[in-house]
């Protein structure tokens, strides 16, 4: 078990362009989910997933973001048409829903983005 | 809406010395979480709290899990080098999304 693993750990980007993102979760976690941190700030929720079934997005999840779980397994967050205020590290994290003890998830390393 | 107050927002200690770092909340939670985050990483779990008056140990950290669910408190042991980081509080319902408070910088002075 390699533990949740997101790539790229950087991405440069200029502003307008299209990002994707990828998370791998710990294999047999169920639930998958999605954060933005900015500097100086805590992890900010923005959605998760429950195997492949998004069941819940954020507010700060605008309509130029999209993510995907397709077979329950990875994961991938797109940002269309990038704006600087999109620049922050995107976190993903796993746990194995109700199989293991309440709430408690893995991160990632993180992706940090930054549009120029 | 709910908030969550986590304090200190820093510290700067010496090394040996013990810490304390708190968070409380406008809202009732089922669960305290308490994470920390190296530069450039994500963050890593270090106690789970799941009972109201809980205290728990792990290594030189302690937590507790306040009486009234609104609140939690970890202490720090005895720091060393590597305790520098960003501490996290993060309480949750059960089967909810966990909250982040804004975390306490700890810095260790040579």
């Known amino acids: 078990d390699t533990g949740v693993s997101q790539n790229p750990r950087h991405k440069i980007t200029k502003r307008g362009q299209n990002v994707t993102f990828r998370c791998d979760p710990i294999s047999e976690h169920n639930r998958l989910y999605w954060y933005r941190q900015t500097l100086g700030q805590g992890p900010e929720f923005l959605t998760y997933?429950?195997?492949?079934?998004?069941?819940?997005k954020s507010r700060l999840l605008s309509d130029r973001f999209s993510a995907e779980r397709p077979k329950g397994s990875f994961s991938t967050l797109e940002i269309q048409r990038t704006e600087q205020g999109d620049s922050a590290m995107y976190l993903c994290?796993?746990?194995?829903?109700?199989?293991?003890?309440?709430?408690?998830?893995?991160f990632g390393a993180g992706t940090r983005l930054s549009v120029l | 809406g709910q908030q969550l107050n986590q304090s200190p927002q820093s510290m700067f200690i010496q090394e040996g010395e013990d810490v304390s770092m708190n968070c409380t909340s406008s809202?009732?939670?089922?669960?305290w979480l308490w994470y920390k985050q190296d530069p450039g990483e994500g963050p890593v779990l270090l106690i789970a709290?799941?009972?109201?008056?809980e205290l728990t140990s792990n290594g030189r950290l302690t937590a507790q899990f306040g009486i009234t669910r609104k609140d939690s408190f970890l202490n720090i042991s005895a720091s060393i080098p590597s305790d520098v980081g960003i501490y996290f509080c993060a309480p949750a319902n059960r089967d909810d999304k966990i909250i982040f408070g804004k975390g306490t910088r700890l810095h260790i002075l040579p």
């Open positions: 809202s009732i939670f089922n669960t």
């Open positions: 709290l799941y009972k109201a008056g």
């Open positions: 997933f429950q195997n492949e079934a998004q069941l819940e």
């Open positions: 994290a796993s746990s194995p829903g109700v199989a293991g003890p309440p709430n408690i998830q893995y």
